[in-house]
């Protein structure tokens, strides 16, 4: 039994020391990363140019071009003989000359008519505007000769009220004036004051304040005495008769002078309707005149804009072939529309042309690679990536490019890609049309940054990824321990990774060779 376990035990130790020999392993190292995606591609020109003709039925006359030839843009091509379409022009020429001399000279006569329509309305209308000024000036002074008269009647008038207000204030008689119901009014308080001073009796026996009461009524009798006397004075001055009859010439002399400007301001009135029907009457006939002279003018504008439209219809066709011929002989000269090579050429001298392409060109400085990127990876390829390629004319290096187009609708085929276009970056005299290139469109680039082979990534019981960092032991063993990681990009072989590693470490690597020791040690035994 001890010898058995002995040797179980030696055989384990043994075969565990040949998993260690066997297990595969990776070092994490810093390198540059590329995701791209590939596709063979073709060498095009990205200018292309077909030069056709619109003209058909036509000789050939000259080719100015061979295949290979290196031209610029608007060199000759191709010459069509278009002597019979020179000979048109020449007849369509004549007739047109013809179509405008003729035309001409209803125009002129039109022209003509317009400017006396003119001159003609210019006269009439300054002359009815002349006529509406004379009697805005007949009006304007009749209405001053009115007002001031108005103004002068109002002045008599007022007066006239004046001085028949005077008259009516003078009294009939003295008992009718102021002056009498004043004397009367005094003599009354007179009488009155002088009756309280003789009916107040004073004696020897009499008190002070009597006797003061006694002075008191003596000086309002006194003042009443004087009041009364000079009422009596002004009473006295009145001249009632004298007053009321120059009162009466007054009013006289100022009703006459109002009935007199009364009197006139009748024609005056009259003067005024008369200068304001003369008024509105020129302003009636210079409205009158501006309307029929408009219309006049507006019709010989009208024949003018008539004759000119015709003698445009009827040069027109003329002019249209004039054009027409002159357009077809300039195209019977093809030019180049770019500079580049001719790559083919459809005619020859003598032919007549019945359609389709004359001649290519293409720009052989203006290389592209054109490439079909499968439906899976267009969505990932944008505008402006960089892209590497590879021909079998420029052996191993690697060309530059960009993305500068790519297609929105699919290629037609069985399988669904998009045409994408990379211009190159990477100068070189080696490339030509046709050519196959193998191209890498880099989607995602990462430089100096911690990589592990794509295998090394794998996913513990929960699902996440670690890579199995091994260390070994001094008795040559080894041990491993999960690192969780987190990738970024991937490339063909190596994938980005960062987490708790370092540069230089060990990683394990999946391998399909497994171990069952302890049915070993059930054979062993």
Do not use: W
């Amino acid at each position: 039994a001890a010898a058995v376990l002995t040797i179980r035990h030696k055989a384990q130790a043994a075969m565990a020391q040949l998993a260690e020999l066997t297990e595969e392993t990776a070092v994490v190292e810093k390198r540059s990363i590329q995701s791209s995606v590939s596709s063979t591609g073709t060498i095009i020109s990205d200018k292309t140019r077909s030069i056709t003709a619109t003209l058909t039925g036509m000789e050939v006359l000259r080719v100015d071009v061979e295949v290979g030839d290196v031209v610029q843009e608007g060199d000759t091509i191709c010459t069509f003989d278009t002597s019979k379409l020179e000979d048109n022009l020449e007849d369509a020429e004549k007739s047109l000359s013809a179509a405008k001399t003729q035309t001409s000279v209803t125009v002129n006569n039109a022209k003509r008519a317009l400017e006396q329509a003119i001159e003609t309305q210019n006269y009439q209308i300054e002359s009815a505007a002349r006529n509406v000024i004379s009697a805005g000036e007949a009006y304007n002074s009749a209405r001053e000769a009115y007002d001031e008269a108005q103004s002068k009647a109002d002045e008599a008038y007022s007066e006239m009220q004046r001085a028949k207000r005077e008259l009516d204030s003078i009294p009939e008689n003295l008992e009718g004036s102021n002056e009498y119901a004043a004397y009367q009014s005094a003599k009354a308080d007179y009488d009155a004051k002088l009756a309280a001073y003789n009916a107040y009796i004073v004696t020897e026996t009499s008190t002070e304040e009597e006797k003061q009461q006694k002075e008191k009524l003596f000086q309002e009798a006194n003042d009443a005495a004087n009041v009364l006397s000079a009422a009596e004075t002004a009473l006295n001055s009145l001249n009632l008769d004298q007053r009321r009859a120059a009162a009466e010439a007054a009013y006289r002399s100022a009703k006459s002078a109002y009935d007199t400007i009364e009197g006139s301001m009748s024609n005056l009135e009259s003067a005024l309707r008369n200068a304001k029907t003369a008024l509105d009457n020129a302003q009636a006939t210079y409205e009158y005149t501006v309307s029929s002279q408009q219309n006049q003018y507006e019709g010989s504008r009208d024949n003018l804009k008539s004759a000119r439209a015709s003698a445009g219809v009827a040069t027109q066709q003329q002019e249209n072939a004039v054009d027409t011929y002159q357009e077809q002989i300039e195209k019977g000269t093809l030019k180049a529309g770019i500079s580049g090579t001719v790559t083919a050429i459809n005619v020859k001298q003598g032919d007549t042309y019945a359609g389709g392409v004359i001649a290519t060109i293409q720009d052989c400085s203006a290389f592209v690679v054109s490439a079909e990127i499968d439906e899976y990876d267009i969505a990932d390829v944008k505008l402006g990536m960089k892209a590497v390629f590879k021909t079998d004319a420029t052996r191993d290096e690697q060309l530059q490019g960009e993305v500068i187009f790519i297609s929105p609708t699919p290629t037609q085929g069985s399988n669904v890609t998009y045409q994408v276009k990379v211009k190159i970056n990477s100068p070189t005299d080696r490339l030509r049309l046709g050519m196959n290139a193998k191209l890498n469109i880099i989607l995602r680039e990462t430089a100096d940054v911690l990589t592990v082979p794509y295998d090394a990534v794998q996913q513990d019981e929960n699902g996440n990824d670690v890579v199995y960092v091994v260390t070994r032991t001094e008795s040559g063993g080894i041990t491993k321990a999960a690192v969780p990681v987190t990738v970024g990009v991937e490339g063909d072989y190596y994938v980005e990774v960062t987490g708790d590693i370092q540069e230089g470490m060990e990683v394990s690597m999946p391998s399909d060779m497994k171990f069952d020791f302890s049915q070993m040690m059930v054979m062993g035994s």
